[in-house]
Every structure is written in structure tokens, then in C-alpha cells.
């Protein structure tokens, strides 16, 4: 006889992701029980971030007086009261080792900044092969890297619906792999964050169905504030903040059918961060178009501001 006890809580996780068993099995996810959103003691706690994204060109940059390393970003965070730094895998060497890597987890540590995560490129929606296996394969190269350097948090992509491939299909992969990467990544102490970053994951029923499918207790929400392109994105935040193991914050959002873009109501992320008793890092990361050593440090204060 099935617990009456946790088929209520299922009913009440999937209410308040905005889902139902009905929905469920419409998204092709069958036989699947839902996660419940992560339970947290005392009170929302904040803590400042930022992503190395911020700075994607000038890490890159062609001009070696302007280009900057991994150790400069993490010096930026210091000096500009960052109490975590996102050390996104783009823009570490083409090639390094474990030596390097603690001496980037040394640094940090001298200058008093926490690691508060890294983020990858993968696409787990490919079809059953080597490539799909590639990917796989490198977000577990990943994970061991985060657990030498001090990472506790991936953000990774679900991946798109590819050519000829079924929706329903699409999210089943994604699952799969999610739970073969979040096993190995329970293994060694990392989270895995999934972000909500457009096609299989464009809105909360898609993102929370995957999520909740996944049955790893290292695996949950990478929130990015500013890619629901909804009808109202606050309140789809406010329906997958309380799977956040991370949050990732945008300057603007723009709403389903809006030409331009529109500055973000700060307060109002940060108060659904804190009706969700959301205890983390949020990682500003930058994507608007002034300079972005022009805008940061004011972005930086009024967020810190914001989050008291």
C-alpha cells in the first residue's frame, strides 16, 4: 500500500512548481516522482557573486595590454567586496593541469573570495553515441576539476531539440544524463545547477519537469533572472526559486512578445530569493551592452545594497 503522506507531498511539489501528474506525463516524463524543492533551516541568506561571463571579452581580447587572466577577475571580485567568483570554464587555459588549478583555489583564498561555482557548455539532448558521450564526459572532467579548486556548483545547459528528435525524447536524455552526471558529481561534492536557458527549458513546467525527474539530491536550479522571456517572469522565478542551488543574476529581462528589453525590478528578485529562503551565492552576471568595466561596480553595489 502506497504512504498516503508522500503521495501528498508529491501533489503538493508538483502544485507549487505549477505541474501536475497530468502534466507530467504531457511532457512524455512517465512513471516519474516528483523532487520536492530543497528544504532549508532558518532564514534567506544572500551572498554576492560574480561571473567571470561578465568579462567575456576581455579575456579573449586581442589586445594583450587589455586581455585579462582568471587571477586578475578574482583580484576584481576582492577589491570590489564580491564574496564569491564564478570561474567559468571558457576562460581557463586551453590546457592545464591540477598545479594550476590550486594555485587559482590559493589565490582565491589569499585574497578572501570564495569559488562560488563554474559553468559549461554541453548539449545533453544529442542522441545515444560518441558525441553524446563526449559531452557527458565533460562535464564529469569538469566536476573533478570544481573538486580540486573548490567549486561546489556546475551550471549546465539541458541542450536543444535536435534535428528529427522528439520533444518527449529531448527531455528524456536530458534526464538521463543528468542523473548519470549528478551521480558522479554527488560523489565528489558538487552541485549541478540546470538553467533555465531557452527550448527544452524556456519556461518553469519545462525546467521544474526535468529537475523534479531527476533523482540526485546534487542536481537542481541554476536560476538566471533574466532569461524567462514569459508573460510574467517573475513569477515563473518565484515558481523554480525554491529548487535553486544557484542564481545568476541579469540587469534586464524581457517578457514574451517585447521588442526591447527592460531593466529588471531588483527588489522584487531579491524578495522572491527570500520568500523561497533561498541560502546562497547570486552571481551577477553581466550581459547589457555599456562597457562592462563602466557598469559593474555600480551593478555590484546596488546588488549587494538590495540583498542587505
Not at 130 to 141: H, L, T
Request: charged share 25%.
Amino acid at each position: 500500500m502506497r504512504n498516503p503522506l508522500n503521495r501528498r507531498r508529491f501533489l503538493k511539489a508538483t502544485v507549487q512548481a505549477g505541474l501536475s501528474l497530468a502534466g507530467l506525463g504531457l511532457l512524455g516524463i512517465t512513471g516519474a516522482s516528483a523532487v520536492e524543492p530543497i528544504k532549508r533551516a532558518g532564514k534567506a541568506r544572500l551572498q554576492l557573486s560574480l561571473a567571470a561571463y561578465s568579462f567575456r571579452d576581455t579575456f579573449d581580447h586581442k589586445d594583450p595590454a587589455k586581455r585579462i587572466t582568471l587571477f586578475d577577475f578574482i583580484d576584481y571580485c576582492a577589491d570590489h567586496g564580491c564574496a564569491g567568483a564564478e570561474l567559468t570554464s571558457y576562460y581557463f587555459p586551453k590546457s592545464f593541469d591540477d598545479a594550476f588549478l590550486l594555485q587559482v583555489k590559493r589565490h582565491a583564498f589569499l585574497r578572501g573570495v570564495a569559488i562560488s561555482g563554474s559553468a559549461v557548455g554541453n548539449k545533453f539532448t544529442l542522441p545515444k553515441g560518441p558525441a553524446r558521450d563526449e559531452q557527458i564526459a565533460m562535464v564529469k572532467k569538469w566536476v573533478d576539476h570544481c573538486a580540486v579548486f573548490g567549486g561546489p556548483h556546475i551550471r549546465v545547459f539541458a541542450g536543444v531539440v535536435e534535428k528529427d528528435l522528439p520533444l518527449a525524447e529531448a527531455r528524456r536524455l536530458s534526464i538521463e544524463a543528468l542523473e548519470e552526471c549528478g551521480e558522479y558529481a554527488g560523489r565528489k561534492g558538487v552541485f549541478l545547477g540546470l538553467e533555465n536557458h531557452g527550448g527544452i527549458v524556456a519556461d518553469p513546467v519545462g525546467l521544474l519537469a526535468i529537475v523534479q525527474a531527476v533523482k540526485s539530491p546534487w542536481v537542481g536550479v541554476n536560476l538566471d533572472t533574466g532569461n524567462f522571456q514569459t508573460d510574467d517572469p517573475y513569477a515563473d522565478l518565484a515558481k523554480c526559486a525554491p529548487y535553486a542551488v544557484n542564481v545568476q543574476y541579469k540587469v534586464e529581462i524581457q517578457r514574451r512578445g517585447a521588442k526591447q528589453k527592460e531593466f529588471a525590478d531588483m527588489a522584487r528578485v531579491v524578495q522572491v530569493l527570500r520568500e523561497a529562503n533561498y541560502q546562497g551565492f547570486v552571481a551577477l552576471e553581466y550581459e547589457a551592452k555599456e562597457d562592462p568595466w563602466k557598469a559593474v561596480p555600480g551593478w555590484l553595489e546596488k546588488l549587494l545594497a538590495a540583498m542587505g
